[in-house]
């Protein structure tokens, strides 16, 4: 092969490889280099726990929503339907009428502790009275408690302290306790004329927080026993992964952009350098004729 050749393919040779390397370095190579580092910062430890006491509100408040065994004579359904305008209605008679409340609107994702429980009703009390009798887990009977009302016109009782009822069967109120809580209402009208609405009954419930952080503690001791143990993180980290914004401990990215700069200014500079090798390849005959002709006539021939 003669020297043109060898020198024609190290020049297309070297153009390649600055080529392969601007590509290999081009965006590709970025994301799997930032990939790399994104999880190489946050596979760092244990993951952090999502428990939080701002997921609690101090206190919540609940109504009642459905009903069985209704002894109300008029519209008993507009007692659990969340509307003050309307109400169910009992008047004079000789015995107690009842409706069982036993569906409330309690709702909760997490475990709730409380240490304050109330019942109060929106009605009215014209000579009658009504009473509110709790059913604990829908079957364990509470004591009775009067609703002090005691007007003609609607408007809301007092709150009526439920926590300490005699009859309670657990140690601490806890969410399912409220949900899983029946009311019996009673309206008694004795006297003639006499008549009691009631439109709305409600739950209030004040969080106990001692027993709430007890528990994210112990919640989060046992997050951090389980996810410091590695596959247990590395399998958190791998779901999560795009939660996390990138962020590395130390940034290549940079570092590649320069060195995709340069391998393409060398491979352009290759092509160049190419073209002017083909050119003056093209016309080496007459160029080497010239540099004898040149030669001969120094060497005195």
Known sequence: MSNW?????????????????????????????????????????????????????????????AYSGSGWQTNPNQMTDNNLVTYANCTFGDTRFQQNLTTNNASSTIPLFFSLIYLRVYGSECGGSITLHPIFDGTTEGQNYSVDINSCSQGWSSWIDITNDTFYPNNNWTYDDINMMDVRINGTCASHGSYCNCSKVEIFAYQNETLINDYLQSLIRNWEETYSYLPYRDQWYLEHRDEYPYNPKTNMIPIFDMLRTVFGMMFVLSMIGLAVWFFLFSHKDEYESTVNEDYKQWRGF
């Open 5 to 65: 050749a060898k020198q024609s393919v190290g020049l297309i040779t070297f153009a390649f490889i600055n080529l392969v390397l601007f590509i290999a370095l081009s965006s590709p190579i970025n994301t799997a280099f930032e990939a790399i580092e994104r999880e190489a910062s946050i596979y760092s430890g244990t993951p952090p726990h999502p428990y939080t006491y701002s997921q609690y509100d101090n206190t919540s408040v609940y109504y009642y929503s």
